[in-house]
Each structure stands twice: as C-alpha cells, then as structure tokens.
C-alpha cells in the first residue's frame, strides 16, 4: 500500500511537511499574500497550495481577508501561545518588565535564543522611545542585538562557533561583524554581567541587556532600548541587571 502520508509527485514532499511550507511562507514582511504568491514563497505548485488552504483555513490556521489574501488565523496564534519556553518565561517575567518600562519609559525587551537566532518573546513600547525594529515573535541575529549577544555570550561553545563563522549581516555603518572584535565583546558580556550594543541595529538606538538564570543556566534576556546619546550605557546596566535577577528569582519559585 503506498504511504498516504506522501505524494508521488517529488516536488511536494509529505502533506505535513507542505502544510509547514505553507505556514512558513508568512513572516513580518508578508502577513498577507495572495495564492500565487503562496506559491512562489513556499515553492509549491499552484495547485497544491490551492488543495491545502481549504484544511487550513477549516482549521483556523489561516483566514481569508475581504480582499482575497490569505493571513495567518487566530487559531494558529492561540496553539503558538502555549509554548511552555514562551509563556512561563513571558507569565513570570512581565511584572517586571513592566516595572521597568514604568521606571524608564522606555522600550524593554524580553528574549530568548533558538538556535543562531534571537526570539522576542516580549516587548513593552514606552512613550516616545526611539523606534525598534523588533517585534514579538519576531527573530534577529544574535551578534547585533543586546540581548543576542548576552544569549550568544552563554551559549554552548559550538553554538558560538557555528555564529561566528556565517554570514554576519551588517545593519548599520557601526554594526560589528568582525568574528575577533565580536568574541572580545562575547568576553566582556560575561565579565561584566550585561552586554551594550550601540548603533548596531539602527543608528539612534543603543540596548542594554542582561541575562535571566534558571538553575545556574541562561534561559533569556532583558534589554532596555533608548536613543544613543540619551543617557550612559552604565546607569542602563544598573536598572536592567537589577530586573534580570529579580526576574531570575522568580524562575526559581515555585508558583502557587
């Protein structure tokens, strides 16, 4: 009997492995995209994007909107939500995110690392804070970021090496992508207990970040965002150290 699990045609691949495709296809900068360009973002044929979209869509992975497109649905975001690494950190952590953010009034960040990449799990705006370019569920290179390099900084040695020798997007003119200056500034993260990364993303932005434990392991980072020149990288340091270990406190007690 041939495995209903597959198609006979090569360039499709297994029905969960098209579905994933599909879903993948989406990201910040298409949240909306018709069939055809379904399609040609997944590399799947026309027709079988077509055949699919009717289970996902019944589903409540996808919806479509009043022009035509296609989005991701609600049900999709409701499953994302339960991602134990998400919520419990995000549950534990936003008390005092918030009191950050009111303290500062300025953007604070909540991260975790997946892979050689950085995951906003959280991300309070304050009132007239410099523009970031991140967003929750959204993910960016580790080497640029303050949280990334703090999550990168306490990474497993082989995750470090496998970072360091890809390709280093440049962001800005002040972006680092030298593998020598970047392991220094990986050193001084764990020296000094938090990691400064100025006008690395964009050119008005300087983040502050530290790391939040669990048992003696790194499991995120909380970084506070302001505009360069705004005030010194070591008054920063002092509130969002003070943050992490509250927040790294609270990973450790039990909930009631």
């Not at 699990?5 to 910040?28: H, K, Q, W």
């Not at 990334?148 to 082989?158: F, Q, S, Y």
């Not at 360069?228 to 039990?254: D, E, I, K, Y």
Request: hydrophobic share 40%.
């Amino acid at each position: 009997m041939a495995n209903r699990g597959r198609s006979s045609d090569s360039g499709t691949g297994p029905v969960l492995g098209r579905a994933l495709r599909i879903l993948g296809a989406f990201s910040a900068k298409c949240p909306e995209m018709t069939l055809s360009e379904l399609s040609r973002r997944s590399g799947l044929p026309v027709s079988t994007v077509h055949r699919m979209l009717g289970d996902l869509i019944a589903w409540g992975a996808l919806e479509r909107g009043d022009k035509g497109c296609y989005r991701v649905g609600l049900r999709l975001w409701e499953v994302a939500s339960l991602a134990p690494r998400g919520q419990g950190l995000r549950e534990r952590a936003l008390p005092f995110l918030e009191d950050l953010s009111q303290i500062t009034r300025e953007n604070v960040q909540l991260a975790v690392r997946e892979g050689t990449e950085v995951v906003f799990v959280e991300r309070i705006a304050g009132s007239g804070a410099v523009p970031v370019l991140t967003r929750v569920g959204g993910r960016f290179a580790l080497t640029a970021t303050g949280v990334g390099l703090v999550l990168l900084a306490h990474a497993p040695a082989e995750v470090q090496e496998q970072t360091l020798a890809g390709r280093l997007e440049r962001f800005t003119p002040d972006t680092v992508t030298d593998p020598r200056t970047l392991r220094r500034m990986l050193a001084e993260t764990r020296t000094n207990g938090y990691a400064v990364s100025d006008r690395q993303v964009t050119t008005d932005a300087v983040s502050v970040a530290a790391p939040v434990y669990r048992g003696g392991a790194v499991i995120a980072s909380v970084s506070l965002v302001v505009r360069h020149g705004s005030t010194s990288a070591q008054a920063l340091a002092r509130l969002v150290c003070t943050s992490a270990r509250a927040m790294s406190r609270a990973m450790t007690t039990p909930q009631v």
